[in-house]
């Protein structure tokens, strides 16, 4: 089936500018995933969503980054004023449950770049 | 201290060799542990889970020990195909986060050559 998708694949703005990023997990997926993965590093959590709610936000750098997930499915993580450090690429996933040993499934990830 | 690190690399090997990639991790409460591969510009993929008890999957093993709070992944035989970075995680629940979050380590890039 469909995996987990992301767009766009690329994104180039200039700093101060509002950015939204979207994810589209895998259908019946209940548990989605915000990461962030910079150069050389491994990915670092942002935030996860179980259903509409966010679960844990704890990942977030500031209040510049904010993301919903309305119906239960589809993602938006939303970035204002964006910042040159904010070049990254940002990666989604999800998983079946919440449960730790659930498998995450990534997304090919969205690549922003901030002027 | 970081919470999960990994040997830096990269690991340069030629085909059919074998090769060991190291993992510490700073939080003794952890509970999941896994192998994500990660190749150029794409995005992780889960290459397997660690147990306690080690577990094999072909080529590849995978080892953990909790009282070192040490992991470890081996793959025998190396194909060129495995060339790709190896990222060791762990789930963030007792890192202060949910049991939703994983933690990434840095990543060893790995290059099989002919």
């Known amino acids: 089936g469909a995996g987990v998708s992301q767009t766009p694949s690329n994104k180039v703005t200039e700093k101060g500018k509002y950015v939204e990023l979207r994810c589209d997990p895998i259908s019946g997926h209940t548990a989605l995933y915000w990461y962030r993965q910079s150069l050389g590093q491994g990915p670092e959590f942002l935030i996860y969503?179980?259903?509409?709610?966010?679960?844990?936000d704890s990942g977030l750098p500031n209040d510049r980054f904010f993301a919903v997930r309305p119906e239960g499915s589809v993602s938006t993580l939303k970035i204002q004023r964006t910042e040159r450090g904010d070049s990254a690429v940002y990666l989604c996933?999800?998983?079946?449950?919440?449960?730790?040993?659930?498998?995450?499934?990534f997304g090919p990830g969205t690549r922003l770049t901030v002027l | 201290r970081k919470e999960v690190e990994q040997d830096p690399g990269p690991f340069n090997v030629p085909e059919g060799a074998t090769v060991a990639f190291n993992c510490t991790y700073s939080?003794?409460?952890?509970?999941?542990f896994f192998w994500y591969r990660q190749d150029c510009r794409k995005e992780p993929k889960l290459l397997m889970s660690v147990y306690s008890s080690g577990n094999e999957d072909g080529r590849f093993t995978a080892q953990l020990n909790r009282a070192s709070q040490y992991i470890s992944l081996l793959i025998r035989d190396s194909k060129l195909s495995d060339s790709a970075t190896y990222l060791c995680?762990?789930?963030?629940?007792?890192?202060?986060?949910?049991?939703?979050?994983?933690?990434f380590g840095k990543g060893t890039k790995l290059s099989v050559k002919p």
């Open positions: 969503f179980q259903g509409t709610g966010a679960a844990d």
């Open positions: 939080n003794s409460a952890s509970q999941s």
């Open positions: 996933a999800s998983s079946s449950t919440v449960a730790s040993t659930d498998t995450q499934y």
């Open positions: 995680v762990v789930n963030g629940r007792n890192y202060g986060g949910s049991q939703g979050n994983l933690i």
